[in-house]
C-alpha cells in the first residue's frame, strides 16, 4: 500500500501505555505511530501464521 493509500484512524490510550510506546518507539529509532503500525503489522502476521519479512526474501543459510 502506498503511503498515499495509508487509512487514518483515531486512536485513543492511556498516558501510561503512550509514554511505554513512546520509550520503546524510542528505542527501536521509530515514530510512536510507526511503532503502533510495526505492532499491529506483526500482530496480523503471528494471527496468519506468515514467516518473518527476513524468510520471506529467500534468505537460506
Do not use: C
Not at 495509508?6 to 485513543?12: A, F, N, S
Not at 528505542?27 to 524468510?55: C, H, M, W, Y
Request: zero cysteines.
Amino acid at each position: 500500500m502506498a503511503e498515499k493509500d495509508k487509512k487514518q484512524i483515531l486512536l485513543r490510550i492511556s498516558p501510561s501505555l503512550w509514554k511505554e510506546l513512546a520509550a520503546w518507539a524510542e528505542d527501536d529509532f521509530r515514530s510512536i505511530n510507526g511503532q503502533i503500525e510495526f505492532l499491529l503489522t506483526e500482530a496480523v502476521r503471528k494471527r496468519k501464521k506468515l514467516p518473518p519479512p527476513e524468510a520471506e526474501e529467500g534468505d537460506e543459510g
